[in-house]
């Protein structure tokens, strides 16, 4: 049973790292052959140029197959893997073409495993953690009225200018600010075509409370299925978003205006041209300590009064061994990895894994990589 990891950018190495110190036989590719030895060449000779033939070659039945290539390997390299009746994990988002697989995987009797970094991962754990805790409380009433929420946001440590740093191409994040998004405000769907028509404030309950800009993003309403809300439950609030240091909106004020005037081909032209000033004015430094703050909270209201409220809060920076964003993201790939081969997860397309057990033991894991780890009860 050998781990095929695929891709070695820089979110993917702590995780990767992992996994070849615990002894697992991995056989890392990538398509750069000599970034991959810099980042295991001290750990693994077995290092090999990324090409899907030659991933098919020697894929077998029972290996787990890692895609932390950009998103439209993801599906082809799933399909290889079902192919070979070998398992599967990502952690991006399940994409429609990857949902689309889950008959063939169940029936070829392999594991599909997506959503399993950061965001999304790490927030859909604490999201069944607080429901499964939410369900079996005494407060639990099917008619309470929910609010739930969850943000997460990576930014530096160090506060600059532009409130915002990069630690890969900004183009990624460039194209997101062109995406609409879909949560649940006041009990109505509440449909926004660009962040910045909903950036509104949150305060996080860390240590030291703390606010933050936010926004929705994506299309949330599909996640009330996953964490299991009941159909019935009456929802005032539900959104997953976006955290931003405060100023980030005056800040990038101008890029607002000029993405909304873009189109065609000279509008992805000229985001490119951006792309190419922020990573030159905005990068990480070597060394520069980045930061996540994640918040997943769950409120419970009857009548006037609120029944039940707990936020699990998340804060993270990056140290001498790397930084935070990167630990978080692969870290978790491997405790998917870990399970898919120790027959934790059954077959077909799945998302972070929601039974309790494996919840609680991946977010122990998870407390020894944050710097601040902890699920405040607003009713205590």
Known sequence: MTIHWCGTG????????????????????????EKAQEAVGDLTQDIRAFDIDALGAVLAKDDVVVSMLPGDWHVPVAELAIAKGANFVSSSYIAPEMRALDDKARAAGVALVNEVGLDPGIDHLMAHSLVEQY?????????NHLSFISYC???????????????????????????????IRNYEPFDVARPWDAISSYEAPLPTPESFEVYPNRDSLPFMAQYHFDEKWPVKEFVRGTLRLNGWTDAWDGVFKEVESLSGPEGDARLVEM???FWAENAYDEGEPDRVVMCVSLKAEKGDAVAWHKTYVMDAWGDENGTAMARLVSIPVSLAIEA??????????????????????????IDTLAQHLQVVDHNA
Do not use: C
């Open 153 to 183: 946001g990576g930014i530096p440590k160090h506060e600059n200018p532009f409130r915002y740093k990069f630690s890969w191409s900004p183009l990624g994040v460039l194209k997101a600010l062109r995406s609409p998004s879909k949560s």
């Open 10 to 33: 820089l979110s993917a190495i702590p995780g990767l790292r992992r996994l070849i110190e615990a002894g697992h036989p991995v056989t890392v590719w990538n398509r750069t052959v």
């Open 275 to 277: 792309s190419d000033q």
């Open 135 to 143: 369900r079996s409380s005494d407060a639990y009433d099917g008619e």
């Open 340 to 365: 898919v081969m120790g027959g934790k997860i059954s077959a077909g397309v799945h998302a972070a894994p929601n039974d309790p057990k494996l919840v609680d033991a991946w977010m122990s894991e």
